[in-house]
C-alpha cells in the first residue's frame, strides 16, 4: 500500500508556470511507476505525464510535450510535475498515480493501482 499526497496547484495567468508534487509514503517508492493524470469539467480524466521507477524514461501526451517536465526524487519520496507556459486548456484537477507492476510509464490510467485526492489548477486567460 502506498498513499499519495498532491500539492502545489492554484491559480495562475496563461503563460504562468506551476510546479505539483506528489509526496508517497513507505519506503518502496523507488519500486513504482509514477503518472500524472488530470480531468477538466465534463471531461474524462486523461493522461499528462509519466516516469519510470529510476526516472530514467519519462513519456508525455502530446498536449504537455515541451512544456511540462516530471521528475523523481527517490530521497524525499517524491515525483514534481513543472508546468511552464500554461494554457486555459490546462486547468483540471491534477491526479498523481502509482503502481509497482508496470515495467514502464502507462498511459491508462487502469493501470495505475493507486491514486491520490488531486490538486486543483486553475489557468485564467
Known amino acids: 500500500q502506498v498513499q499519495l499526497v498532491e500539492s502545489g496547484g492554484g491559480l495562475v495567468q496563461a503563460g504562468g508556470s506551476l510546479r505539483l508534487s506528489c509526496t508517497a509514503s513507505?519506503?518502496?517508492?523507488?519500486?513504482?511507476?509514477m503518472g500524472w493524470f488530470r480531468q477538466a469539467p465534463g471531461k474524462e480524466r486523461e493522461f499528462v505525464t509519466a516516469?519510470?521507477?529510476?526516472?530514467?524514461?519519462?513519456y508525455y501526451s502530446d498536449s504537455v510535450k515541451g512544456r511540462f517536465t516530471i521528475s523523481r526524487d527517490s530521497a524525499k519520496n517524491t515525483v514534481h510535475l513543472q508546468m511552464n507556459s500554461l494554457k486555459p486548456e490546462d486547468t483540471a484537477v491534477y491526479y498523481c498515480?502509482?503502481?509497482?507492476?508496470?515495467?514502464?510509464?502507462?498511459?491508462?490510467?487502469?493501470?495505475?493501482?493507486?491514486w491520490g485526492q488531486g490538486t486543483q489548477v486553475t489557468v485564467s486567460s
Open positions: 513507505g519506503r518502496t517508492f523507488s519500486s513504482y511507476v
Open positions: 516516469i519510470s521507477r529510476t526516472g530514467g524514461n519519462t
Open positions: 498515480a502509482a503502481d509497482p507492476m508496470l515495467s514502464r510509464g502507462s498511459s491508462k490510467d487502469r493501470d495505475y493501482a493507486y
